[in-house]
């Protein structure tokens, strides 16, 4: 399944998660989702984005790796079923606006919280929830700048 498909299921699950654990859980899958997608564009995405697209694989996987949640079954992953990219510009876009989503929702769940660590949790996902986002905002300044370079070549010949 191509990333926007699966960002766009991420989104309205995260939604629809209504208890803190079920909050916590899809973030978890919204992470593992974000990971997946930097992996896949640090070895198949244009060049400049590599480094970027590493740092958004930890990022993400520092989301994962700070919230309890009860193992998920391969079938029930979301980011094992990614298979393609497509349009690298518009998953990003999409992922943008899923880790957004993630961070209110994350904020959400610690306010709701009713353990302390749980609390606590929520505030470390949190941080790497914003700061994959700035990733990815780096990722499509990045594109812009390659598209606007490709656009201005025609003239200067």
Same mark, same amino acid.
């Given at each position: 399944?191509?990333?926007?498909?699966?960002? =766009?299921?991420?989104?309205?699950?995260?939604?629809?998660?209504?208890?803190?654990?079920?909050?916590?859980?899809?973030?978890?899958?919204?992470?593992?989702?974000?990971?997946?997608?930097?992996?896949?564009?640090?070895?198949?995405? $244009? $060049? #400049?984005? *590599?480094?970027?697209?590493?740092?958004?694989?930890?990022?993400?996987?520092?989301?994962?790796?700070?919230?309890?949640?009860? $193992?998920?079954?391969?079938?029930?992953?979301?980011?094992?079923?990614?298979?393609?990219?497509?349009d690298a510009r518009q998953a990003?876009?999409?992922?943008?606006?899923?880790?957004?989503?993630?961070?209110?929702?994350? =904020?959400?769940?610690?306010?709701?919280?009713?353990?302390?660590?749980?609390?606590?949790?929520?505030?470390?996902?949190?941080?790497?929830?914003? #700061?994959? *986002?700035?990733?990815?905002?780096?990722?499509?300044?990045?594109?812009?700048?390659? #598209?606007?370079?490709?656009?201005?070549? $025609?003239?200067?010949?």
């Amino acid at each position: 399944m191509d990333a926007v498909r699966l960002i =766009v299921k991420s989104r309205r699950a995260l939604a629809g998660s209504g208890d803190v654990p079920g909050v916590i859980r899809e973030v978890w899958q919204a992470q593992a989702l974000a990971q997946a997608i930097g992996s896949r564009l640090a070895v198949f995405g $244009p $060049p #400049e984005l *590599r480094g970027e697209a590493l740092r958004l694989t930890e990022l993400a996987g520092r989301g994962c790796g700070v919230l309890d949640v009860p $193992p998920i079954g391969t079938a029930d992953l979301r980011a094992a079923r990614l298979t393609e990219l497509g349009d690298a510009r518009q998953a990003l876009l999409c992922l943008a606006g899923l880790l957004g989503e993630v961070g209110i929702a994350l =904020v959400g769940a610690g306010c709701a919280a009713g353990a302390e660590a749980t609390y606590w949790q929520c505030m470390e996902a949190t941080d790497a929830a914003d #700061e994959a *986002r700035d990733r990815v905002m780096d990722m499509l300044r990045k594109l812009a700048d390659r #598209e606007a370079v490709t656009e201005a070549m $025609p003239e200067a010949g």
